[in-house]
């Protein structure tokens, strides 16, 4: 076994056992986004300098015989919407393409704290609008288990490079699906928390009462970890909230007898696909045979959360967005007469075209005249789901789902049209509507592409989530599978 | 309420986006397919519900009112595109 | 021009005198060089977050409190969007249908008549930055240190009637806000700025006329010569039979006329809805009442009470509450010497008159109210005459010492002593056999000259009703 294979834990234990050094396993991490970017292509920018500092550093500490945490000289990626001190942030976008920001995103410092490694920046769908990548300004990112497929979006570089082995783990952004629909997508395990608790801190807002940090990681173990590592309250986001963070870990390993899962009809109805929907429902029996409880149960509203969240998101997204207008940072568009000019023009040229098209969807929905016909009734609607999981929550302890209707489509397959693009994220939208915390895990493979299966919580208990995830992955057969990356050749395809 | 070319060129002009001829045409286009199908929430009565803009009620969340540190004016004007004694310079603003 | 109704509604914006920005740690201090208290947040780079700043809403409640307005238990910000340089986000935060305050009003004297003028709100929002145009106006710079500073917007309802009742409105309203503390009110820095709702309309029409919205009256002289001119040019366009233009107007303080803001034009469509990045406010009964205790005394309150405790006229007690600061004067003068009458006249005589020359106030003299005080006592004892305690405090002004300090070092102390007197004049009276002489025939005049006598002898320093006195005594 290589080195950057390793999960978090693995790895863990080497370093604080003194058998491997950090900068050893950075090298080897290294070494491997050297073989294999050129084709997943996950990373904007890689940090190749600031990680060996970063390792050494963690080397140094641990030489001295301080403790060694969970996280200590493990590198690591983040997505390229989180705010890191001097080293450029793009979101992806070339309206942000020489954007160095002088402060850190709170993530950022508390893995930091912790001693864990950044190797780079991972690409995504332009200001996280999208669902494949393919909206990045720069490139599409690669799916390692099917160059030609995409690696799912927003997040798509992070879970690319957590499922090529380019790094340890990720952290990506979800608004409405973003981290659990690319980890579907490449096999990975992507956890999206309750709304509020990670600090949104230095994450570039998209919209605003949607968007949530977690992580993307190869187990479910590691997930834990990592939200170990970035949750808790933070006093600089007014959203954050006080709730106690437990040790993630200790639900790890747990066993899952007499936990209820709901089973909502709907999830198995809106456009699944027929082997995707057997392969969840075969996840279900195995967590019964784990001895969960099953509940059948019904969210009647959840054909609503899509066309509401088509509302809200762009509504948000416009007023956040505004800021790009050429005169603080980022692209200028600089031949113009006049400001009115200046500010057309760079955001014309800077923005791609999913962005527009959201920032003009949005500014409608907002416009006068519009804004109860669109915003405030979609935001009530938003009051109707979120009631549809208080009330399954009276019945039962988490609810299991699939992920994504479909497993990972080819690039190019829905680039023309937005609205199947969007219909992409029909059951991970509900969840974000009502800022629960979800997880998806791997659940089967089919024809080689990975499913995902999405285990959906109650607000601020992720700890089931993850006592139930930590089960069902032990109880998974392919539990180590990974890509083959034999036939593609260094440097690309 | 189907969205019209008019309607796009005022939220162009809104958001401050420039758009072509072709633009405006598929934004209406486009634009017009989704708020079709977001026409689907007027099957339900939403009149006596009250709006979720915060999905968990947290209220009163305040800062003491304490100085910091700012930024170096070097860091404040890193990223600008343009810059005169400290200053961001922008175009010509017309009053 | 009198067949004519003036209708005038004010939106007054206060920079709050905080410590720090509204949703940031940055200083609010004025007058700095350009982008030095700028943080990533007030600069609104890609990422930040605001944090409401507890004091800001203490003095937004306070505000609405002196307004007497009714206070939101649930408020809100908004986002109002727009795209200005100044305005780093592209969006002000704001608040837009839960104000902090609603419904209150302020009475006003106008032409001696009462008047009460409704506030319609108060709420809180955010400073923009502030844009310098090039000389050959090809470019502009942008400053972001105002960026942040917290503001409360008040809006009155369009109660005023002509443009003295506005000017006299805002006076009043600065007298109440300086009162409170909530912010330093001073229009030249920006700190208190006002646009103004105008239109006119002929009497006894119930609907009102179009009206226009003016800006850039920098001070309360251009308020009112702002508002003349505008009233006047809408008159007399009706008169012509023209229509007026809703449009937004600038004084132009040079030209002393108001000009069109064309760039103001465009629809006014700011998008609002509510700020996602920032929870409700919820200001139950409890935090009220915490705030209303530090709700002082108002002016119209002050004056009242001074007139029925203190039994001053009037016009003392309008002075003496023009300012918190001099009412607090004239009270803590009066604790130590109960001669309410005389410590108005000090304060506004004498004390009045060497701040204006001096140019200074009542938080940067030197003389306390405890010296004025023992000034004042040893007057009425006789200690020092009225035209020496002119004197005496004009050096206690100038240099912070005590009436007695001022006193011994100039031995100025008037001498009543009966025994001494008596001594000096004894002397007096032998040098000059003959006037003492005249006197005793019953020539008025000769003692005159003897108590001229007497104060030369002292220098001025003996007590001119005693020295009278014995003088009479002993020619008798």
């Known amino acids: 076994m290589k080195l950057y294979q390793l999960k978090v834990h693995e790895a863990h234990k080497l370093i604080s056992d003194k058998e491997i050094s950090s900068e050893e396993l950075l090298l080897s991490v290294l070494n491997r986004i050297e073989d294999v970017e050129g084709m997943v292509q996950g990373f904007v920018t890689v940090t190749g300098d600031y990680a060996r500092k970063k390792a050494r550093e963690a080397d140094e500490k641990i030489a001295r015989g301080e403790a060694v945490g969970p996280l200590t000289g493990i590198p690591f990626a983040l997505k390229d919407n989180m705010c890191s001190k001097d080293i450029l942030t793009t979101c992806s976008s070339k309206i942000l393409k020489n954007f160095i920001p002088p402060y850190n995103a709170e993530v950022f410092d508390r893995l930091e704290e912790q001693g864990a490694v950044l190797v780079g920046k991972t690409n995504m769908d332009e200001f996280a609008m999208g669902s494949s990548t393919e909206n990045s300004g720069y ?105 106690e963070v437990p040790d993630y870990s200790s639900f790890i390993g747990e066993e899952i007898k007499g936990i209820r899962m709901g089973i909502a009809e709907e999830y198995f109805s809106l456009g699944i ?186 607000a601020f208990d992720e700890g089931t989530i993850l006592k139930v995830a930590g089960a069902f992955e032990e109880s998974m057969p392919f539990k180590n599978m990974k890509p083959a990356f034999g036939s593609y050749s260094r440097g690309g395809v | 309420m189907d969205i019209t070319k008019k309607d796009v060129e005022y939220i162009a002009k809104l958001a401050r986006l420039e758009v072509s001829e072709h633009e405006k045409e598929t934004f209406t286009e486009q634009l017009g397919d989704i708020l079709n199908y977001v026409k689907v929430l007027e099957e339900l009565n939403t009149e006596d519900i009250s709006p979720t803009f915060h999905v968990f009620p947290v209220k009163n969340v305040f800062r003491s009112d304490q100085i910091k540190e700012s930024l170096s004016p070097e860091e404040v004007l890193q990223n600008a595109p343009d810059q005169e004694n400290g200053f961001f310079k922008v175009p010509r603003v017309i009053e | 021009m009198s067949q004519y109704e003036i209708v005038i509604g004010l939106e007054i914006h206060l920079e709050l005198r905080t410590k720090s920005k509204i949703f940031c740690s940055c200083p609010t201090t004025f007058g700095d060089a350009p982008n030095t208290h700028v943080c990533p947040v007030c600069l609104g780079l890609p990422g930040v977050l605001p944090v409401l700043n507890k004091k800001a809403l203490d003095y937004a409640v306070l505000t609405g409190l002196a307004l007497n307005c009714d206070i939101n238990t649930y408020s809100k910000f908004d986002r109002k969007n727009y795209f200005y340089p100044d305005l780093p986000k592209a969006y002000q935060i704001s608040q837009y249908d839960f104000p902090v305050a609603q419904n209150g009003n302020l009475r006003i004297q106008s032409n001696g008549e009462p008047r009460v003028i409704g506030i319609n709100r108060v709420h809180l929002e955010e400073d923009a930055g502030k844009l310098v145009h090039s000389e050959e106006g090809d470019y502009s710079l942008v400053d972001y240190n105002r960026t942040g500073v917290p503001l409360v917007e008040i809006v009155t309802e369009p109660d005023l009637r002509s443009t003295e009742e506005a000017r006299g409105f805002l006076e009043s309203l600065k007298k109440i806000l300086l009162y409170t503390g909530v912010s330093d009110c001073k229009m030249e820095e920006g700190s208190l700025r006002c646009d103004a709702n105008v239109s006119v309309r002929l009497k006894g029409e119930t609907e009102l006329g179009t009206k226009t919205e003016l800006k850039n009256m920098n001070s309360f002289k251009a308020v009112q010569k702002g508002l003349e001119f505008e009233v006047e040019r809408q008159i007399s366009r009706l008169e012509k039979g023209e229509r007026i233009t809703q449009e937004t107007l600038r004084w132009d303080e040079g030209s002393a006329q108001t000009v069109s803001m064309r760039s103001k034009e465009e629809a006014h469509d700011y998008r609002y809805f509510p700020e996602p990045d920032l929870v409700p406010m919820e200001i139950g009964a409890p935090m009220v009442e915490e705030i209303r205790k530090t709700l002082p005394e108002l002016p119209l309150a002050k004056r009242e009470r001074f007139i029925a405790q203190y039994g001053i006229p009037e016009y003392d007690a309008e002075i003496l509450t023009s300012t918190r600061e001099m009412a607090d004067y004239f009270e803590e003068c009066v604790k130590i010497f109960p001669d309410p009458k005389a410590v108005s006249n000090w304060l506004m005589g004498e004390l009045a008159r060497h701040m204006n020359a001096a140019g200074l106030n009542f938080y940067n003299i030197k003389i306390a109210p405890q010296h004025l005080a023992d000034m004042l006592e040893m007057l009425q004892q006789g200690k020092i005459s009225g035209k020496m305690a002119k004197e005496v405090f004009a050096d206690m002004f100038a240099s912070g010492k005590t009436a007695g300090q001022v006193v011994a070092e100039k031995g100025l102390e008037q001498i009543s002593d009966r025994g001494v007197l008596e001594k000096i004049i004894d002397e007096v009276i032998k040098k000059h056999p003959g006037p003492a002489a005249d006197y005793r025939a019953r020539k008025e005049k000769a003692l005159g000259f003897l108590v001229g006598q007497v104060m030369k002898v002292t220098r001025g320093s003996a007590n001119p009703q005693m020295v009278n006195e014995i003088l009479r005594d002993k020619l008798k």
């Open chain 1, 273 to 458: 696909n027929h082997e995707v929907k057997d392969m969840v429902e075969e996840a279900v029996a195995g967590l019964e045979g784990l001895g969960m409880e099953k509940v059948e149960l019904s969210l009647p509203h959840t054909s609503y959360a899509l066309p509401a969240y088509y509302l809200v998101n762009p509504a948000e997204a416009s007023s956040n967005l505004a800021r790009y207008d050429g005169i603080r940072y980022g692209f200028r568009y600089e031949d113009s007469e006049s400001l009115l000019e200046t500010y057309k023009k760079t955001r014309s040229v800077g923005f791609g075209a999913e962005v527009k098209r959201r920032i003009m969807l949005g500014t409608y929905a907002l416009s006068s005249g519009y804004y109860d016909a669109y915003y405030l009734r979609a935001q009530k609607v938003r009051t109707l789901i979120k009631k549809d999981f208080d009330q399954a929550f009276e019945k039962c302890d988490v609810i299991v789902a699939p992920t994504a209707p479909t497993v990972a489509f080819r690039t190019g397959e829905k680039v023309r049209d937005p609205l199947q693009m969007y219909l992409n994220d029909v059951f991970t939208i509900p969840v974000s509507m009502s800022g629960l915390p979800a997880v998806s895990i791997p659940c089967g493979f089919i024809k080689g592409l990975p499913v995902g299966l999405q285990i959906i919580g109650k």
């Open chain 1, 139 to 243: 490139f599409t990112t690669r799916n390692p288990w099917d160059p030609a497929r995409v690696p799912g979006g927003s997040s798509g570089g992070s879970a690319a490079v957590a499922a090529a082995d380019e790094v340890l783990f990720a952290l990506g952004s979800d608004t409405g699906g973003s981290i659990r629909q690319p980890a579907s997508y490449c096999g990975v395990v992507g956890m999206k928390p309750t709304y509020g608790r990670v600090s949104r801190y230095g994450l570039i807002a998209f919209a605003s009462s949607l968007d949530q940090i977690g992580p993307l990681t190869r187990d479910v173990r590691d997930c834990a970890l990592v939200m170990n590592a970035i949750c808790g309250h933070d006093p600089k986001d007014s959203t954050s909230t006080p709730v």
